[in-house]
């Protein structure tokens, strides 16, 4: 009896296919586990670099606000410092000037005697000063020839030397009117005592 194969044979491909089935199963059961791993690695990679940056960027954070806390501290001692400097710079002008008063006392009691007796009748000063050897003197006149008279007198006195006219301005005050006049006069103050004899010449000489 004859049995006749209505099957269409296997080919040789159908039946590598079918053998190399399970393998790939096999290797993307295998590949997706690994995958899902290496996903897993890399997100906790970022994560922890994230962390990381975050904990470097609070870190400077921290470090900035510090100087910026020492760099107030440090502007308000400057600031103190330079408080003290100008404190002490105002001290030191205003010791110069009382040594410098009581050096020129005597001086000043001169100038104002001399200022006054030279002083014609309508003549009165508003304004006087003196420093570096020069008097500087301000006042009104009634007239030149009065104002030409208190000049004349100045020159004459033993303690004045050149006496300078600034300026002389008539003004009108309602029905009053006057000479503005402003002077520089060089002060030539007292000659110093004379030194006393030596005691032991003196002797020597008795």
């Not at 050096?103 to 508003?126: F, G, N, R, Y």
């Not at 030409?148 to 600034?166: C, H, M, R, T």
Request: net charge neutral; hydrophobic share 45%.
């Amino acid at each position: 009896m004859i049995r006749i194969n209505l099957l269409k044979p296997e080919t040789k491909e159908v039946r590598e296919a079918a053998a190399a089935a399970p393998v790939m199963e096999f290797k993307e059961k295998r590949t997706q586990p690994l995958f899902g791993l290496i996903l897993v690695v890399a997100v906790l990679a970022i994560a922890a670099l994230f962390f990381f940056q975050r904990s470097a960027i609070n870190k400077e954070q921290d470090l900035l606000t510090k100087a910026e806390q020492e760099k107030q501290s440090l502007q308000y001692v400057v600031a103190k410092l330079e408080e003290l400097q100008t404190q002490r710079e105002l001290l030191q002008r205003k010791i110069d000037l009382i040594i410098r008063l009581q050096a020129e006392q005597p001086s000043a009691v001169i100038i104002m005697d001399e200022l006054s007796k030279t002083m014609p009748e309508w003549v009165w000063l508003t304004d006087a000063s003196y420093e570096m050897g020069v008097v500087n003197v301000k006042g009104r006149a009634i007239n030149n020839t009065l104002l030409s008279d208190y000049i004349s007198n100045l020159k004459q006195s033993a303690y004045f030397g050149d006496v300078n006219l600034i300026s002389s301005i008539r003004r009108s005050i309602r029905s009053d009117e006057f000479h503005e006049f402003s002077l520089a006069i060089q002060f030539l103050p007292p000659s110093a005592p004379a030194t006393a004899a030596n005691p032991a010449s003196e002797g020597e000489q008795k």
